[in-house]
């Protein structure tokens, strides 16, 4: 049998991943011949932008890591292309 295993959060107590791992692992022990497929769920809220990124397989970032990287990609496009040339040959 195949079973999908799609758990929105536990409010305060469970997040999604943790949720769809918990009845995953219940499961294998009472059926080891059935096949799991875990999808976490997200209705927006908590927990969506940490749910999205783990399906892009993404990284997170906090403010401060966005904020260097975006300042270092903006410095590189300003450069003038003259001083650019040696990365494009």
Not at 19 to 25: F, K, N, P
Not at 58 to 63: D, K, M, R, T, Y
């Amino acid at each position: 049998m195949r079973v999908l295993l799609a758990f929105d959060k536990f409010k305060d107590s469970l997040a999604a991943d943790a949720a769809c791992d918990a009845a995953a692992t219940a499961l294998r022990k009472r059926h080891p011949d059935w096949s799991l497929d875990s999808c976490p769920l997200a209705d927006g809220g908590e927990g969506f932008a940490a749910l999205l990124t783990t399906a892009a397989r993404g990284q997170l970032l906090s403010n401060v890591e966005f904020a260097r990287k975006l300042l270092l990609l903006l410095q590189r496009n300003l450069t003038p292309l003259s001083e650019r040339l040696p990365e494009f040959v």
